[in-house]
């Protein structure tokens, strides 16, 4: 089991561009979440899904933001149109059926909107 | 909805000495799950310990206890005999009425040789 793997690790892109990152959760959880970590703070929930369902939607989810998981395996969050305040480390946990209370982080990916 | 306050933003603790880390929670579910996740720098986050609200009995793992006080909403955490791989954030965490965590702020643990 080689835990949860996020991509990119870093991202730096310029403000207005789109941008998208990938989770791979760990094998066999059916349960996948987004967080967001800015600067000297807690991580915020953003999104979850059970399989290929979205389940749950944070308000600070704006319509710039959309996640996807097709066939509930790995996810994407996209962002559009990035402003600098998107700025953050976005941390994606994955939790399996028996232990839905347990969520385990990948790495993160840091973006950096100049 | 949940709210979770850390309010010791950063904390130090000599090498093999024993640290505790406070946390105080507000939620409204009966049911509920209370948490404490590390993350070292540069790292990815870790779970630490985790207590059920129904359980009186509280959680150890290791060095690691917590002192859990339904009725004061409290929650902390205490480290013994310290080690430098200690040395982190620590973020406190509740989950009840739906699946996401809500974390707190954060405590800044330094372990001092």
């Known amino acids: 089991d080689t835990g949860v793997s996020q991509d990119p690790r870093h991202k730096i892109t310029k403000r207005g561009q789109n941008v998208t990152f990938r989770c791979d959760p760990i094998s066999e959880h059916n349960r996948l979440y987004w967080y967001r970590q800015t600067l000297g703070q807690g991580p915020e929930f953003l999104t979850y899904f059970q399989n290929e369902a979205q389940l749950e939607k944070s308000r600070l989810l704006s319509d710039r933001f959309s996640a996807e998981r097709p066939k509930g395996s790995f996810s994407t969050l996209e962002i559009q149109r990035t402003e600098q305040g998107d700025s953050a480390m976005y941390l994606c946990?994955?939790?399996?059926?028996?232990?839905?209370?347990?969520?385990?982080f990948g790495p993160g990916t840091r973006l950096t909107v100049t | 909805a949940q709210t979770v306050t850390q309010s010791q933003p950063e904390m130090s603790v000599q090498e093999a000495e024993t640290v505790t880390l406070s946390c105080t929670y507000d939620t409204s579910e009966s049911d509920y799950y209370l948490f404490w996740y590390k993350q070292p720098p540069s790292r990815q986050m870790i779970l630490v310990i985790r207590?059920?609200?129904?359980?009186?009995q509280n959680a150890t793992e290791n060095r690691f206890s917590v002192n859990f006080q339904k009725a004061a909403k409290s929650f902390s955490l205490k480290i013994s005999d310290s080690q430098l791989g200690d040395a982190a954030m620590y973020f406190c965490a509740c989950q009840g009425g739906s699946e996401k965590l809500v974390f707190g702020k954060g405590t800044k643990l330094t372990v001092n040789p």
């Open positions: 207590q059920e609200a129904y359980k009186q």
């Open positions: 946990a994955s939790s399996s059926p028996d232990y839905a209370y347990e969520q385990y």
